[in-house]
């Protein structure tokens, strides 16, 4: 890979995961330490993890919530806690759960994913119902649905409540579980200028990453009822999930909640920018965005993502080289309003030249 003079600052828009913890989540984690509040978390004896739960729990308008090690730990656990081996999960086609978790499900739980197709990445209720099993032994129990908000693949659209509420009120006619992998649930909630609970009043569990845009470096919590948290806390020792002085995690994690979230605007705000600058270069394909991700399809164009992150690194900016025809360029801390206006111009000089 050819890239320009180390002076020139690498932008690196591969994923909202590339942020660097804050001074004030590295003083977090030293304060923790010398606090004597850390301790060992498989007895419970971590007193900040005890408040980073606490906290995350109120904040998701939950019973309780349990630190987990990742995204897609706490997706697993998730669905293992709520389903059984054989179950079938109607779960959005393009969805994070169903695509990148390494057939976690299946290969981990026994649950057998049934993709539906979704709009914007949302399940339509008439979707859901159509795609659960009537009670035929020749059929597998439809036991869950699971929710992605905000929707990575379909562009980091947004779920709003109305939307969540109305499938929740299929899933409970079914007597389905219901799941929100909320990953970027706090970049749905700023962009709807709502607070983060009301996206998940009616679902059974949700499953924060506070390592993404809100920047701390590792950790996600699951919340749901205390019997889900009880039962998660089991599956989690079994996934090798049950950690010790894991204070110095939570405690960055507790800066991510308190001092992070209102932040995500910024990164709306540079994925808009971004979106303004480069939507109308003849041949490209490109939503305004809900949030802080864009795809520009590349259909009709001469590239695909390879060659234009290939071409993007020359001026050292990062994309991922994947996703065939569809780029993905992830808004994030570490990306200010200055370095948009540049990755604009690059866009335009590259993609205009062919
Ligand atoms: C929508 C979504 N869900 C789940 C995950 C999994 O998170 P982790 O990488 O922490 O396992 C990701 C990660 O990128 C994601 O984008």
Redesign the pocket.
């Known amino acids: 890979m050819t890239v320009s003079p180390a002076s020139m600052k690498i932008v690196d828009l591969r994923?909202d995961?590339v942020t660097q913890p804050t001074d004030e989540m590295i003083e977090a984690i030293v304060q923790a330490h010398k606090s004597g509040r850390l301790g060992d978390d498989v007895n419970g004896e971590d007193e900040v993890i005890n408040e980073l739960q606490e906290k995350a729990a109120k904040i998701l308008g939950k019973e309780a919530a349990l630190l987990v090690t990742?995204?897609?730990q706490g997706?697993v656990i998730a669905l293992l806690a709520q389903a059984s081996r054989g179950d079938e999960i109607v779960i959005e086609e393009r969805s994070?759960?169903y695509l990148y978790e390494a057939g976690a499900m299946s290969s981990l739980g026994g649950l057998f994913p049934k993709p539906v197709k979704g709009t914007r990445g949302y399940i339509l209720p008439e979707t859901l119902e159509e795609a659960i099993n009537p009670d035929d032994a020749h059929l597998a129990k439809t036991a869950m649905v699971v929710i992605?908000n905000t929707h990575?693949y379909a562009g980091g659209t947004v779920i709003t409540p109305n939307q969540v509420n109305a499938l929740t009120s299929v899933a409970r006619d079914y007597n389905l579980k219901i799941h929100c992998?909320g990953?970027?649930l706090f970049n749905a909630a700023v962009a709807l200028g709502i607070p983060a609970k009301q996206l998940v009043e009616k679902v059974d569990s949700v499953q924060i990453?506070l390592?993404?845009g809100l920047s701390a470096p590792v950790g996600?919590i699951i919340a749901g009822t205390e019997e889900f948290i009880h039962d998660g806390h089991r599956i989690r020792k079994k996934l090798g999930g049950g950690m010790r002085q894991a204070g110095i995690i939570a405690a960055p994690m507790i800066v991510a909640l308190e001092k992070m979230v209102d932040r995500l605007k910024d990164d709306h705000d540079n994925a808009k920018l971004l979106y303004e600058r480069i939507h109308d270069i003849p041949g490209l394909s490109v939503e305004k965005p809900d949030t802080n991700i864009l795809f520009l399809g590349l259909d009709d164009l001469p590239f695909d993502t390879m060659k234009l992150s290939e071409e993007l690194a020359k001026e050292n900016i990062l994309i991922y080289g994947k996703y065939g025809k569809r780029a993905r360029m992830v808004l994030n801390r570490m990306v200010n309003h200055d370095d948009t206006v540049r990755v604009a111009e690059v866009l335009n000089k590259i993609l205009r030249d062919e």
């Open positions: 994923s995961t990742s995204g897609t997706n994070h759960t992605e990575n992998d990953a970027r990453c390592s993404k996600s």
